[in-house]
């Protein structure tokens, strides 16, 4: 991975590396995920209403996963090929399971998510999620709970965010609407659901 070039403007706990692969693998993997991944549009209840999420989902895991996030909305799908190659990558440069990973499609500028945390008590007190963007560049805001203060960073397509450390803990991030986007963007989320990690993550595998 090259260096992260965009560290200085985050907030510690955040990395951004913006080409961990080349821009036509991250599309011809995009087109691939639209077609082959098993997209679900689940619905929430807000103040008793019952509302679809603002994306399309998927839910991949080893079989024993169970996580509290997913668990009533979506299937637990396989890992196809492509993404089980991307997790052996990821999990012999840092040392973590990875043995779920939650895919968003964002299916242009209107579909968003909202403030929140990755903060499930069976992904442990300082979980490392390796972000992987695809697609359309979108924004991606992350706010500090105490002083409310606020970063941005363009997730470009090939990019990877690595949150880590007390990033769940001390802040939120959302991906904002942003009405001129036509086009689609998946976000690939890998996560350690229920075991404790084999190894911190550590800057030195930067
Ligand atoms: O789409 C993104 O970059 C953010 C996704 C996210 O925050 C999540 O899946 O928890
Ligand atoms: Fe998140």
Redesign the pocket.
Known sequence: MTSSQSEQLLPPGFDYYPKVMSLSKSILLYDYLCRQLNWQQPSIQVYGKHHLIPRMQCFIADRDVSYSYSKQMLDNTPWPEPLLAMRQRLRQTYGYQFNAL?A?W?RNGQDK?GW?S?DEAELGTEPC?V?I?LGAT?K?KIKHKATQQQYEIM?QSGSC?IMHGDSQRDYQ???PVQAKVSSG?I?L?FRTVGQQSTKAYSSAHK
């Open positions: 939650l968003n964002y998510m929140h990755d999620i972000s963007s979108r991606f997730l965010l991030h959302s991906l963007r976000n989320t």
